[in-house]
Each structure stands twice: as structure tokens, then as C-alpha cells.
């Protein structure tokens, strides 16, 4: 089945303990990216990458770091998490096409809350 | 990219044809409208795109006005699974890839 997996689906921390959410695709996608959602902000893009080793900051990168070593996998990390990154983050993929063809699919999300 | 303006939200009897409007006035020649929703709280879900021709798929219809300023998503025959918040999105592809940025939908509570 076609998808878009991230782990853990739940967090719960403390300020300043680094963290690493996992994103995997098995689309064989080019272009991953991850969001964040809050209330009254809607969803906002926080990086994306375009391939392997090619990554760029999307509108609210501050305090978060990304890598794409492999093509399936597209971690978020946030080294020293504070309470403002407290929300729903979704990672999302699709693939690099022409004529509007590139729908994103979305992962099922991670809550996190930061203390 | 192009900004839109829907509804904050809507209403449908269970069984009746859903129209959700959508005005994006600026849009430009290369950009193609797109419509997601969102579940509750689950991942948006990709439900169909357009750039100037009306699309139909197995979920919904989109019709887009001539001057390309409107459209309206029409899901043909609304089930209370239809209830979520929907989105519309005007973007051109950068390299490739959408540029999605998401306003705040429309609500739509499906009733039985």
C-alpha cells in the first residue's frame, strides 16, 4: 500500500532534549516536505526537499533541521525543542511532474507537546 | 502565488450534491487550482487539481470558470465521511513541485 508513514505518532518533552521525528515513503517520491498546523495558522511549510542531499527552508524553518540521506526518508530534528514548536506536524511527499500532476500525500501526523 | 477566499463554512443534508465555492482572482496563467481536505486532525488528502478545463475523478468534480477567477469543487453525493474542512489552493510548480500553502478551508459538516 502506497504511504506515507511518521514516527513516534505522539510526543511528549521537555524543553531542550533533542528530537528526531521520522518520515518514510514508499512511493519511490522525489520531493518530501514537512508541515506544521496550529490553530488559527493553519499549515505551514517548515522544509522540503527536492532529492537526495537536497534540501531548502520552507516558511517557518526556525528551529528545525532536516536531512535527506536516502530517498525514502526525510527526518525532522529539532535539537533543542521549546515550547512554541508544540503542534501537529504532518511530512507529506510526491513527485516532481509536469502538467500539475504532483499531489502531495500526507502522513497521518505526530502531536507533539513541548514542557 | 495566488490568494483564495472560501466560506468559513457550510452545511449539506447526507445524499446531496456538496458546491464549495472558491474565489482566486489573481490567479496567474501558470497556476493550477487545487482542492484537499482534512479529516478531523488526519493528514490533508489530495482530491483534485485543475487549470482551466473542468476535471471530474472518482471523488468529486471541479468546475472552473472561463476567466479562471472562481471554481467550485462538487462532491456528487455527500456521506457523512465527507465531513471535514476543505481547501482550496492556487499554485504553480516550483522545479516540479507544488508550492502548497493552505488558508483556513471551509468547514464542511455534512448532516443526516
Known amino acids: 500500500e502506497a504511504q506515507v508513514t511518521q514516527n513516534p505518532r505522539y510526543l511528549i518533552t521537555v524543553t531542550g532534549k533533542k528530537l528526531t521525528v521520522t518520515c518514510s515513503q514508499n512511493m519511490n517520491h522525489e520531493y518530501m516536505s514537512w508541515y506544521r498546523q496550529d490553530p488559527g495558522l493553519g499549515l505551514r511549510q517548515i522544509y522540503y526537499?527536492?532529492?537526495?542531499?537536497?534540501?531548502d527552508k520552507g516558511d517557518v524553518p526556525e528551529g528545525y533541521k532536516v536531512s535527506r540521506k536516502e530517498k525514502r526518508n526525510f527526518p525532522l530534528i529539532l535539537e533543542s525543542p521549546s515550547p512554541n514548536q508544540t503542534s501537529l506536524y504532518f511530512c507529506?511527499?510526491?513527485?516532481?511532474?509536469?502538467?500539475?500532476?504532483?499531489?502531495?500525500?500526507f502522513g497521518p501526523g505526530t502531536r507533539l507537546t513541548v514542557t | 502565488d495566488a490568494k483564495t477566499t472560501q466560506p468559513t463554512s457550510m452545511d449539506c443534508a447526507e445524499g446531496r450534491a456538496a458546491n464549495l465555492p472558491c474565489n482566486h482572482s489573481?490567479?496567474?496563467?501558470?497556476?493550477?487550482v487545487y482542492w484537499y481536505r482534512q479529516i478531523h486532525s488526519q493528514g490533508p488528502q489530495y482530491i483534485i487539481h485543475g487549470l482551466k478545463n473542468n476535471e471530474t475523478n472518482e471523488m468529486a468534480s471541479l468546475i472552473i470558470t472561463e476567466d479562471r477567477k472562481s471554481s467550485t469543487l462538487i462532491l456528487p453525493h455527500a456521506t457523512l465521511r465527507d465531513t471535514a474542512v476543505y481547501y482550496c489552493i492556487v499554485s504553480g510548480l516550483i522545479q516540479g513541485a507544488q508550492k502548497l500553502v493552505f488558508g483556513q478551508g471551509t468547514r464542511l459538516t455534512i448532516n443526516p
Open positions: 489573481t490567479i496567474s496563467g501558470n497556476e493550477y
Open positions: 526537499s527536492m532529492n537526495v542531499e537536497v534540501t
Open positions: 507529506a511527499s510526491s513527485i516532481l511532474g509536469g502538467r500539475g500532476r504532483s499531489e502531495q500525500y
